[in-house]
Every structure is written in C-alpha cells, then in structure tokens.
C-alpha cells in the first residue's frame, strides 16, 4: 500500500508547477510521515550564497501538508510558521514532516528541515503548522 501511496503523492506534486519549479521530489509519503527533498542549485540561493528562505519555507509548507494529506486526504495549509535555525548551506534540502494529532477536519503536523552535505544532515529549519481537509 506504501508504494500505492506513494506513487499517488508523486502524481499531485507533479501537478504543483511552483513545485515542479524548484525541483521538489517527494521522498517517503506513508500514513502520518512524508518526506521531500531538492538539490540546492546555485539560483535557489540568496545574496550570502545559502538557500533562499522562501525556499526552505516552500518545503516545510508542503511537507506538512503532504503529511496531513496521509491521513486528512485532499487538505491544504491554514497557517504555519517556520523558525530558521542556520544557514541552509550544502547541496540538498529534506524535509521530514510527521503529523502530531489529526481530527476529521484538520491536522496538527510539524515538519524539520536539513541541509545535506554528503552524508551530513545538518537542521535548518523548524516548522509547525495547521493542515485542513477540503
């Protein structure tokens, strides 16, 4: 069934054209955990030369809401915040999002983010957020 799922979740990420945009890939998508990652391309970075912000927030965002979809089915974003813990520097951003409680109508997900640099994952972001059924 994982791999069902799976399958699925990468389908709705290929209609996400923003997604499609950065380079997202979806990782892990199991009931209650979804994982997305993208490499750290030299445009994708700011002035200081580490990963935008916004590009970091982008993939909480939507590994929160992949993980609330895991148990909420079609749901978007109600609110969110994202706290930047260093710069995101490497070659790689993963987010790992688990959902912390659901109900039938929303979810409750966080979500961490890491810079990958070969073998070394290092925390970039944490994330919190608001995920509700449509």
Do not use: W
Not at 34 to 40: D, T
Not at 59 to 85: H, M, P, Q, R, W
């Amino acid at each position: 069934m994982s791999n069902t799922m799976l399958e699925e979740g990468k389908e709705i990420l290929a209609q996400q054209s923003f997604s499609l945009l950065l380079g997202a890939e979806l990782e892990v998508f199991e009931v209650g955990v979804a994982e997305l990652s993208l490499a750290i391309r030299d445009d994708l970075k700011q002035n200081y030369g580490f990963a935008h912000g916004g590009v970091v927030s982008y993939l909480a965002d939507n590994c929160i809401t992949f993980a609330g979809a895991s148990v909420l089915g079609s749901c978007v974003t109600s609110e969110y915040k994202v706290n930047y813990v260093r710069p995101a520097i490497g070659d790689k951003l993963i987010a790992k999002s688990t959902v912390l409680y659901s109900g039938k109508r929303q979810a409750t997900c966080e979500c961490k983010v890491y810079a990958q640099s070969g073998d070394e994952e290092k925390l970039v972001a944490v994330s919190l957020g608001t995920i509700t059924k449509v």
